[in-house]
């Protein structure tokens, strides 16, 4: 009985929801936020969470009613629809020009790209991407639309010590499963919570590490650092491994042939297709990682249990559905434990969640309770989101693949502009502007030297409220550690999370075991 209740519940809920995002100024702005995610994800350097970055502070005016019937929702379903947008988008550049517009879409190289080439099927390559990636996210957004209550609730349980073993389990996932070399994710880490120090203790009020700077005392913003690091220095990054040349194109038409061919694809892997999502959204749900992880594990998957392992490599379709639909499973999930547990899944979804703080809501368990309209309004908006950019990939190919036309001597300035007039508009502070430019130069170095942006991201996000359910835990324990094991769920996360900080030592140990190759 209790579950046929929540089922009515959760399905009452998501009408109330489609309500909310089927409003003419919602949709208007997902329809703007879709278009926009295309164009950046076809541009290579630009991401998702460039994007999101860069036009955050625009969401500021709309959250507070500047556009007539706008608000918070309309905000998020803004940026929803810009991430959205860019999941599809990458898949363009990497499919016709062999170049990844999106992290997410390097593994389509391997398939994609020879499919259109060496086999000239470019349309069966596209309509086959866009085919799983639409089933990927409707799978994963019924999981967060049947699931996300149920977390939340339990979630509404958790104290300080569960609250902190939960941050110290998303910080350790970005240790241990990331792709980048454990110390240096460490070193991001540690640089994120030194910035999130700066300004006022978030317990006692006293200032701290504002150097007696006035203008510091609230502390560093996480906007303009993102805008910085994602905004300025990957396209400065990108603009200089890219040059201002232009690369050969392949044909763009996708027809309905193409469209018919992909479904019938679809069909034969349908178990693969399926089961991926699944995986992708369950590894999506993990804090820090999102679509580009998923992505290489559902190609991983699909080549590990494919009876044709010999064709992967030269257009096997299996290898282009396999990995998109665990990334866009993946993307949608990663908006789970930022919604549920106010942790972001993902750098994207980490800037998704700075906007709720500027807008004035606080993202976690809370949200269900005292702002159903928004969560709901948003769970909504990722269903009408991906059909619109699945109808839009479909009709529109061709100009998107023109915009690849653009050299970066264009882009990159107009990108480092927008960045600077909107870490700006934010606060009308040129302390922003400064903060911007700085991490922007910090960003192109440390992209240079291969150190992971996601940790810094992250770590920057969570280091407040880190900070504060340490401090209140230490506090309810009298100093005593021990609290923190308190309780069944915050030992076993603990444990977890030291299990997963574990996992890269025993992975270089075991490589130093292996036997040296003696060469003749």
């Given at each position: 009985m209790e579950i046929a209740n929540y089922f009515v519940t959760t399905v009452s809920s998501l009408a109330g929801g489609f309500a909310t995002a089927l409003q003419p100024i919602n949709v208007a702005m997902l329809l703007v936020g879709v278009i926009l995610g295309l164009i950046i994800g076809v541009l290579p350097g630009l991401g998702g969470?460039?994007?999101?970055?860069?036009?955050?502070?625009?969401?500021?005016?709309?959250?507070?009613g500047s556009l007539p019937g706008s608000n918070a929702t309309t905000a998020i379903i803004l940026l929803a629809g810009i991430y959205w947008g860019a999941l599809f988008g990458g898949v363009i550049t990497s499919i016709l020009f062999n170049i990844p517009g999106e992290p997410w879409a390097v593994v389509l190289l391997f398939d994609g790209f020879p499919l259109a080439k060496r086999l000239g099927r470019p349309g069966l390559a596209l309509a086959s991407s866009f085919v799983s990636s639409f089933v990927g996210a409707l799978v994963a957004t019924?999981?967060?639309?049947?699931?996300?209550?149920?977390?939340?609730?339990?979630?509404?349980?958790?104290?300080?010590?569960?609250?902190?073993?939960?941050?110290?389990l998303s910080f350790a996932?970005?240790?241990?499963?990331?792709?980048?070399?454990?110390?240096?994710?460490?070193?991001?880490?540690?640089?994120?919570?030194?910035?999130?120090?700066?300004?006022?203790?978030?317990?006692?009020?006293?200032?701290?590490?504002?150097?007696?700077?006035?203008?510091?005392?609230?502390?560093?913003?996480?906007?303009?650092?993102?805008?910085?690091?994602?905004?300025?220095?990957?396209?400065?990054?990108?603009?200089?491994?890219?040059?201002?040349?232009?690369?050969?194109?392949?044909?763009?038409?996708?027809?309905?042939?193409d469209v018919a061919q992909a479904f019938r694809e679809l069909r034969k892997r349908l178990v693969l297709v399926l089961s991926n999502s699944i995986f992708g959204f369950l590894f999506g749900v993990l804090p820090g990682h999102g679509a580009t992880a998923a992505s290489f594990l559902g190609y991983g998957l699909a080549r590990q249990y494919s009876k044709n392992k010999e064709n992967f490599g030269k257009g096997e379709i299996s290898g282009i559905m396999g990995p998109q639909s665990a990334a866009d499973s993946?993307?949608?999930?990663?908006?789970?434990?930022?919604?549920?547990?106010?942790?972001?899944?993902?750098?994207?979804?980490?800037?998704?969640?700075?906007?709720?703080?500027?807008?004035?809501?606080?993202p976690g368990p809370v949200l269900f309770v005292e702002h159903q309209d928004f969560v709901w309004g948003?769970?909504?908006?990722?269903?009408?989101?991906?059909?619109?950019?699945?109808?839009?990939?479909?009709?529109?190919?061709?100009?998107?693949?023109?915009?690849?036309?653009?050299?970066?001597?264009i882009i990159t300035?107009?990108?480092?502009?927008?960045?600077?007039?909107?870490?700006?508009?934010?606060?009308?502070?040129?302390?922003?502007?400064?903060?911007?430019?700085?991490?922007?130069?910090?960003?192109?170095?440390?992209?240079?030297?291969?150190?992971?942006?996601?940790?810094?991201?992250?770590?920057?996000?969570?280091?407040?409220?880190?900070?504060?359910?340490?401090?209140?835990?230490?506090?309810?324990?009298?100093?005593?550690?021990?609290?923190?094991?308190?309780?069944?769920?915050?030992?076993?996360?603990?444990?977890?999370?030291?299990?997963?900080?574990?996992?890269?030592?025993?992975?270089?140990?075991?490589?130093?075991?292996?036997?040296?190759?003696?060469?003749?």
């Open positions: 969470t460039s994007g999101v970055a860069i036009l955050l502070p625009i969401t500021v005016f709309i959250a507070h019924i999981l967060f639309t049947f699931f996300a209550l149920a977390i939340a609730l339990q979630a509404l349980q958790f104290g300080p010590a569960e609250l902190f073993a939960v941050f110290v996932t970005l240790i241990g499963l990331g792709a980048e070399a454990p110390i240096k994710s460490v070193a991001m880490l540690a640089l994120g919570l030194l910035l999130a120090a700066v300004g006022f203790d978030t317990i006692t009020g006293e200032q701290r590490l504002n150097f007696g700077q006035i203008s510091l005392l609230a502390g560093i913003s996480f906007v303009p650092v993102t805008i910085g690091l994602f905004g300025i220095g990957e396209i400065l990054a990108s603009a200089e491994e890219q040059g201002i040349g232009y690369v050969e194109k392949l044909s763009a038409r996708l027809g309905l042939r993946a993307g949608v999930a990663s908006l789970v434990p930022m919604i549920t547990l106010g942790i972001p899944g993902s750098p994207t979804s980490a800037v998704i969640m700075a906007g709720l703080f500027i807008w004035g809501l606080q948003l769970i909504a908006s990722i269903y009408l989101g991906h059909l619109l950019t699945f109808i839009i990939c479909l009709l529109a190919v061709p100009l998107l693949a023109m915009i690849m036309r653009v050299p970066y001597a300035p107009f990108i480092v502009v927008i960045s600077i007039i909107g870490s700006y508009s934010l606060n009308n502070s040129m302390l922003d502007v400064f903060i911007t430019v700085a991490f922007g130069l910090i960003g192109y170095w440390l992209r240079k030297l291969k150190y992971p942006l996601a940790p810094l991201v992250v770590a920057l996000v969570l280091g407040d409220s880190m900070e504060r359910e340490l401090r209140k835990a230490l506090i309810a324990g009298g100093g005593n550690p021990l609290y923190f094991f308190s309780s069944w769920l915050a030992t076993v996360v603990l444990a977890l999370a030291v299990v997963l900080v574990l996992i890269p030592l025993a992975r270089s140990l075991t490589r130093r075991r292996r036997p040296a190759v003696v060469t003749a």
